[in-house]
């Protein structure tokens, strides 16, 4: 369940929202190549994500 708590951090960092508090209490008992290991890999899932909206939007619109 520790990953979906990184999963979590992620997702709130990317949206600007989570207590201070909350990411130093992560820092501090985590570990930080995991942090960004799940950063980048969400970070690509969401490039893909609006690729794929867009390549659909395109062939509905052409």
């Not at 960092?13 to 201070?20: D, M, Q």
């Amino acid at each position: 369940m520790k990953l979906l708590r990184y999963v979590q951090a992620v997702l709130w960092s990317f949206i600007g929202l989570g207590r201070r508090s909350d990411m130093a209490e992560l820092h501090r008992t985590g570990h930080p190549l995991v942090l960004v290991i799940v950063a980048v890999a969400l970070a690509a899932l969401l490039v893909g994500l609006l690729v794929g909206v867009a390549v659909v939007a395109v062939r509905t619109l052409g």
